[in-house]
Structures are given as structure tokens and as C-alpha cells.
């Protein structure tokens, strides 16, 4: 089936308080995509994000980030007051988080409710880390830890906790009893606040397209807790990390800074871990996009005290061997998976994304290098299959304005002529044009990012890779998701085959509306 859907992270949702998050925005959000006649919200990984603030590199892969905590909703609990979080400075620029501001001041809010809470809550808590101790104890402990030590990495700790010795795990446990009973809680508020948020959406027709990092942070409580599961060396420091070797677009490549997988150990345990990270995935998500998938058949493994990304080695993944031993579990969560194959594609990575039967990414962007293959281009609209899944960018490109604004003239001619836009079209409509190329693709799903809707330029751009600062800080302004935008995007959608609205879905949507008192979300 046709389907079509939105690439918008929750941290540039508008509102409030500094970033996107689990409130009302978020709701309303839903309701534009049923408006727009939507099937799919796709999100950026909602990981406690760490170093540079990407949710690529979290402090744990099954913890969610604090910062997307409703404060209308710790309101609305009576355990903030709505005085106190506006008196808070958490950013005076509405289209740009700052995230510093947050760190001091969010999380200052976020203790004050947590000293607040009633016994039925605190009953609740307690439930939620019964059935979550296999990952949130470590977590929780490690961040209290992390704190204590000024929130240097785990590289910098010191020699006894880093290595969770006994007497040293005992004392820290003791010592920072309440501090690990906070981070407990922001836990759970973020699970509960996220599954209703979920649930709403589900209600309504909307899937949830959730993305996963390939690898961990080394600054993370997995690495902490598992040590095993990864290359490091006897301190515990990771002996190779992982990264991309240079190429046109970075003369030293791309250095990440994770630690690689210890493969064989994980297929001695038939790859429990993975197991139980899928498993904890399709309960958060209803699709699963995988990040940098070719690195289970190759990945670039680069010395662990390397300052760039020169010296490397390409080494083989798992292949086959982890979707065989994932099969069971994603059969029994009838869990849909995408593929990010994007990069230096080898004909053994083709060959498992064929394996998997999973559907890959085709970027609208890479279609139009004129140096390149001509029409052999495999991200051509027309050399499309059907499973796959069409976007016109995604968050590490520049949004589509930004890109032909920055295009050779060539090339934006060549752009121009294939999107069949008229001779002297501004670069929004150019823009307009791709993402109805997209739209009417034989793709059978279309994640188009919203500033490309939106028309946008690369002010609202999301991550340049390779690059600290100036990323993961895009704001959408507040009123630009009219009726009249969801009423344009749905005639599009529906022009090409991608609307469909399930009977009591359409009932219940009938009289909604985007923004204004009537909006189904204004219950939140």
C-alpha cells in the first residue's frame, strides 16, 4: 500500500520552554498529520543525548531524553507551578534551542517536581523500575555517578567505579541513593508521557517511525554495564571506534568515536543484546529505521587514539547472521523495519538489504549529480522499486531550498528540467516540485521532511556532519501548520495515491482542526 508521512523530530516541535517536547505542540502535531491525510511520523532517536546534543550519541540506548518532559503536563500533576517554569531562562529565540540554558535550568525544574510527588506516584515509579531493572538501574546509576564527578566521560572516572568494583558500586549506590531515584523517575514520566502521546497517534491512523543508532556512545551506561559486548581494552577505553573513511564531502573522513561491537561475543550469545534492543524498539515505535545499516556487512574500524578518520579498516559485520537470530522477534512483534543504506554502497550490502527483504532509502538529493551515472542514478524516481522508502532529504542534508540555493547552475538547471518546473522558478517551487516527484514516486512509502513542505532553507537545517555546533537546534515557528497547509498536503497525497483514512479514524477526525480551540489536542 501507498503511504506517506512527515520527517519532524520532537526537539523542534514549537511551544514553550526552550524545546519540543511531550506537550500540546505535539498533539496538535497529530492532528495535522490525520488533517493532512498522513500515515507516518517519523522521529529522530529520543535518546538522552550527550556531547554536541546529537541523539545519535546517547547516554544510554534504551533511556529516553529528559528534556522532552511536558512542564504543562508536571503543571497540570500540581508539582510545578506554571510561575516557576516561566520564570525559568531557558532561550528567548523561539526557532533555536539552547541547550546549555536547558541543562541548567530544566533539569532545575524537573527536581523541584521531583520532590513533590504523591504516594500513588511514587507507587507507580516504583512499578515501572520493577519491570525496566535490566536497563534503568545501570542507567539511572550511571548518570548519578557521572554527575558526581562533574559530568566528565566514563573515560575520566575514577579506576574503581569505572570498572564496577564491588565495594566501589555498594558506596556509590548508598551515597547517591536519591540521586539515582530521580533519574528513575524522569524515566518513567517519560515512558508514561510518551505512550500516550503514542497511543493518541495510533489511535488515529498515525505509525511512529523511530530511529536507532547502529552503535552506542562510549560515554554510555551500555558500555558501563557491558563491557563485554564491545572493544576495550583492559581500562575499559575502546581500542578501535567507529567512523567513515574520507571521502568528497570530508578530506579526513568522519570520526564518531564509538566503540565497535565485539561480534563474536554476541554471536556466542546468539545475539542477546541486539535481541533485546529490537524487542524494547518495536515497543517505542512502530517502524524502526536503522542507522547506518551497511555496517552490519562492513564497517570502518579506526584506532581508538586516532585524531581523525585516515587510518581505518573495513572489516566484516554480522550479515545475515544477526537477522536469522533477530527473525523470531520481530516476527512476534510484527515489527517493521527500514534500512539506512545510505553512503558507499557495495554490491554485499545491496545483496542484504535484499536478504532482509527490508526497504531502503532513496534521497531525492543524490539524484541529480551530473558527473554521476546519468540516468543509472539509483536515486532517479525512476529506477525506484516499490520497497523502498522515498525522502526528498534527510536530517543530515541540507533542506531542499538550502541545497539548490548552494547548486552549480548545471546542475540546478538539470534539477529544474526533471521536476519539469518553468524556465526562472525560484527555488521554492523547485522545491514544491521534488517533493511531488517524491510523493509520486513508485516508492510504496514518502517521508518528506517538513521544511521541505515548508519550503524552508538551510537555516531550519538539522545536523551538517562532521561539524560541533549550530546542530540539533531547529525550532518550527508557532502558526505555520494552517488548515490550508494540511488541506494542500493532503490533495497531494491523495493526487498520488497515499490517503487512506480507516472509517472510525475519519469519523472521529471529521471536525478537527490544526490549530484553534477546536484542535482534539487542546484536551492536553
Not at 490550508?484 to 495515491?497: F, I, M, N, Q, T
Request: glycine share 6%; hydrophobic share 35%.
Amino acid at each position: 500500500m501507498r503511504r506517506s508521512g512527515i520527517l519532524f523530530p520532537v526537539f523542534s516541535l514549537p511551544g514553550k520552554y526552550g524545546i519540543g517536547c511531550f506537550s500540546k505542540e505535539a498533539y496538535k502535531f497529530v492532528d495535522f498529520l490525520v488533517d493532512a491525510g498522513q500515515t507516518y511520523w517519523q522521529i529522530l532517536p529520543l535518546g538522552p543525548t550527550s556531547y554536541g546534543d546529537s541523539p545519535y550519541q546517547s547516554f544510554s540506548t534504551f533511556a529516553g531524553n529528559p528534556y522532552f518532559i511536558s512542564l504543562d503536563e508536571l503543571v497540570d500533576q500540581k508539582l510545578l507551578s506554571r510561575h516557576e517554569c516561566e520564570m525559568a531562562d531557558m532561550g528567548n529565540n523561539p526557532e533555536k534551542i539552547e541547550y546549555g540554558k536547558l541543562y541548567e535550568n530544566r533539569f532545575m525544574l524537573l527536581r523541584k517536581a521531583f520532590q513533590k510527588l504523591p504516594f500513588d506516584t511514587v507507587q507507580e515509579v516504583r512499578a515501572f523500575r520493577q519491570k525496566n531493572a535490566d536497563w534503568v538501574e545501570d542507567y539511572a546509576l550511571y548518570m548519578a555517578v557521572k554527575k558526581s564527578f562533574h559530568d566528565v566521560a566514563l573515560s575520566e572516572w575514577d579506576d574503581d567505579i569505572r570498572m564496577r568494583k564491588p565495594e566501589a558500586m555498594k558506596r556509590y549506590q548508598e551515597e547517591y541513593r536519591h540521586e539515582v531515584d530521580f533519574y528513575v523517575w524522569m524515566q518513567y514520566e517519560f515512558y508514561r508521557e510518551w505512550e500516550a502521546l503514542k497511543s493518541y497517534a495510533n489511535e488515529r491512523g498515525i505509525r511512529i517511525i523511530g530511529d536507532i543508532p547502529i552503535y552506542v556512545s562510549a560515554d554510555s551506561s551500555d558500555v558501563w554495564a557491558h563491557p563485554e559486548l564491545f572493544e576495550l581494552d583492559k581500562n575499559m577505553r575502546p581500542i578501535r571506534v567507529a567512523g567513515c573513511p574520507p571521502d568528497g564531502f570530508s578530506a579526513t573522513g568522519q570520526l564518531w568515536g564509538n566503540p565497535i561491537y565485539k561480534w563474536k561475543y554476541h554471536k556466542k550469545t546468539n545475539y542477546a543484546w541486539w535481541k533485546m534492543r529490537i524487542e524494547k524498539s518495536c515497543d517505542l515505535y512502530d517502524v524502526i529505521r536503522i542507522d547506518h545499516f551497511r555496517g552490519f556487512d562492513q564497517f570502518y574500524a579506526i584506532p581508538g587514539d586516532a585524531q581523525d578518520a585516515v587510518i581505518g579498516e573495513w572489516l566484516d559485520g554480522p550479515g545475515m547472521d544477526l537477522f536469522k537470530a533477530l527473525d523470531p522477534v520481530l516476527k512476534e512483534k510484527d515489527a517493521d523495519i527500514i534500512a539506512e543504506d545510505l553512503g558507499f554502497i557495495t554490491d554485499t550490502v545491496r545483496k542484504l538489504v535484499r536478504d532482509t527483504g527490508f526497504p531502503n532509502m532513496k534521497v531525492l538529493e543524490f539524484a541529480f549529480d551530473v558527473r554521476d551515472t546519468g540516468s543509472a542514478n539509483d536515486y532517479l524516481p525512476f529506477n525506484y522499486n516499490h520497497n523502498c522508502v522515498a525522502y526528498t532529504g534527510t536530517h543530515d542534508n541540507q533542506t531542499v531550498v538550502g541545497w539548490l540555493n548552494d547548486l552549480d547552475s548545471e546542475t540546478r538547471e538539470y534539477v529544474r528540467r526533471f521536476v519539469d518546473a518553468p524556465k526562472g522558478a525560484s527555488n521554492e517551487v523547485i522545491c514544491g516540485k521534488m517533493v511531488r516527484a517524491a510523493i509520486a514516486s513508485p516508492a510504496n512509502t514518502a517521508i518528506i521532511p517538513l521544511q521541505d513542505y515548508l519550503g524552508l532553507d538551510d537555516r531550519a537545517r538539522i545536523n551538517t556532519p562532521s561539524t560541533l555546533g549550530g546542530n540539533w537546534e531547529w525550532r518550527l515557528l508557532p502558526g505555520k501548520l494552517t488548515k490550508k497547509r494540511a488541506s494542500e498536503l493532503y490533495d497531494l497525497s491523495r493526487l498520488y495515491g497515499r490517503v487512506y483514512v480507516p472509517e472510525e479514524v475519519e469519523e472521529e477526525t471529521e471536525d478537527s482542526s490544526v490549530e484553534g480551540e477546536e484542535s482534539k489536542a487542546e484536551s492536553k
